[in-house]
C-alpha cells in the first residue's frame, strides 16, 4: 500500500522560511515524479515544484526563486524550501506521487503566513 506524509507546515512571519518534507513508501520508485501542490481556501489546488527520479526539477515562476524542490536523503523522499514567504502562500500544502499511471496524495500541511 502506498502511503505519502507530509510534515514540516506551520505558522510563519511574513519574509521568513519554512521547509516541507514529504517521504512516500510502499511504492516500486523506479521512474516517478514527486510533486508539492498547495491548494488556499476557496482556490484550485496549484503546482508549486515536481522532480523527476531523474533529479530534473521544474519550478513554476509564481513561486521561482523563492521555492526550491530537492530531493531528501532518500529517493523517495521530496523537501521543499520556502524562502520569503507571504501572506498569499498560506495554504495546505501537499504532496503527491505519480508511478505508472497511479497518482497518490498525502494528507496536507497547513502553512499560515501571518504577523
Known amino acids: 500500500q502506498v502511503q505519502v506524509v507530509e510534515s514540516g507546515g506551520g505558522l510563519v512571519q511574513p519574509g521568513g522560511s519554512l521547509r516541507l518534507s514529504c517521504a512516500a513508501s510502499?511504492?516500486?520508485?523506479?521512474?516517478?515524479?514527486m510533486g508539492w501542490y498547495r491548494q488556499a481556501p476557496g482556490k484550485q489546488r496549484e503546482l508549486v515544484g515536481v522532480i523527476t527520479s531523474g533529479g530534473t526539477t521544474n519550478v513554476p515562476d509564481s513561486v521561482k526563486g523563492r521555492f526550491t524542490i530537492s530531493r531528501g536523503n532518500a529517493k523517495n523522499t521530496v523537501d521543499l524550501q520556502m524562502d520569503s514567504l507571504q501572506p498569499e502562500d498560506t495554504a495546505v500544502y501537499y504532496c503527491?506521487?505519480?508511478?505508472?499511471?497511479?497518482?497518490?496524495w498525502g494528507q496536507g500541511t497547513q502553512v499560515i503566513v501571518s504577523s
Open positions: 510502499g511504492g516500486v520508485f523506479r521512474v516517478f515524479v
Open positions: 503527491n506521487l505519480a508511478e505508472y499511471g497511479s497518482y497518490y
